[in-house]
């Protein structure tokens, strides 16, 4: 306990010291020591003293005494890099997931989540994205003042010593705004809440756009004894009219398809499901991008093989088309 006050006096001193050269002012409080200063910054009672030109250890609560950094550190010490000590960056390749990498490397995915605490989803992460992997179980935090990390210290009942050896900060003046510092054992509970909600969003379809269904799903008779499958739904909308992402997930394909689809885009969602959407007249995304539910990705157009301005829109699982009206409210 007593450990634990003298460890966040440490940090309260980067506001309630100046520093002047490479020294932090201290103003004396009673029951101070020598030995307890010269424990506080990581430097020698004899260090101080020299300073200080003192002939004796007795201090009085109000002396003002210099407090030689440099002298412990050897220089003025860095911050802390960002990430913090001991955590390694992994790219995201194409087909891994969150498990898998956190498999890897021996940790859970909420270790994952904790030390990367702003991914947007769980499932799908775009290629390339560059998570942070942490040593071990705990929470990153982006400190907006240098005082935050007092307060989360204390608010997750930390030893702010070990707060301290976790992120390499051996003075006050290691704490920064704008620092990442590493929480250990704390989980990521609020952000685990929102990428549940992100999870359950992503498994839900929503409509494209809003219209009159021209076509449904299946066999359709093209009159004369001939019979086609059709594998979407048509809704109908003037030119020009916004399609949505019916589902989360990333852009697998943009452009011209020469299958009679004109303006395709193909979507891919959490677990592999796909939504395509067929003769638009406008593409608005590219391949690699991630979209989310409700995002517009195109304008309703009458390209391909089409008789008229409407959205085809198909929904693949496991590889075959099956009817989006299943899934649609
Ligand atoms: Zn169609």
Redesign the pocket.
């Known amino acids: 306990m007593i450990k634990k006050v003298f460890v966040a006096t440490l940090l309260l001193l980067c506001f309630f010291s100046a520093q002047a050269g490479g020294y932090a002012l201290r103003i004396i409080k009673s029951g101070e020591s020598l030995g307890l200063l010269a424990n506080l910054y990581d430097t020698s009672v004899d260090s101080i003293m020299r300073v200080n030109e003192l002939e004796s250890e007795l201090m009085y609560p109000g002396d003002k005494l210099k407090i030689p950094l440099l002298d412990a550190t050897g220089g003025i010490s860095e911050l802390a890099p960002s990430p913090p000590p001991g955590f390694v960056t992994h790219s995201i390749q194409s087909g891994e997931a969150l498990s898998t990498i956190a498999q890897n490397y021996g940790l859970s995915v909420e270790a994952i989540v904790g030390a990367n605490p702003d991914i947007s989803s769980l499932d799908m992460l775009p290629v390339g994205l560059e998570l942070l992997i942490p040593p071990s179980l705990g929470l990153v935090v982006t400190l907006n003042q240098a005082r935050d990390l007092i307060a989360l210290v204390n608010l997750n009942k930390l030893d702010p010593k070990q707060v301290l050896e976790k992120n390499n900060i051996y003075s006050p003046n290691n704490v920064r705004a704008g620092m990442m510092v590493f929480l250990p054992n704390v989980k990521p509970s609020e952000s685990l809440e929102r990428l549940a909600r992100v999870r359950e969003e992503e498994n839900r379809y929503v409509w494209p756009i809003h219209g009159r269904i021209t076509?449904y799903f299946g066999r359709r008779n093209l009159g004369m004894g001939t019979s086609s499958f059709?594998s979407?739904i048509?809704v109908a909308a003037p030119t020009g009219t916004p399609v949505a992402a019916s589902r989360s997930g990333t852009v697998i394909y943009a452009g011209w398809s020469n299958r009679g689809y004109g303006n395709l885009i193909k979507i891919q969602h959490a677990g592999g499901a796909e939504t395509w959407y067929?003769h638009n007249s406008k593409i608005l995304v590219s391949v690699g991008q991630y979209v989310k539910q409700g995002e517009i990705i195109s304008r309703v157009g009458t390209t391909g093989l089409s008789t008229g301005p409407h959205l085809?829109f198909e929904l693949h699982e496991g590889g075959k088309a099956i009817d989006p009206l299943s899934y649609l409210m």
């Open positions: 076509s059709h979407a048509d067929a085809h």
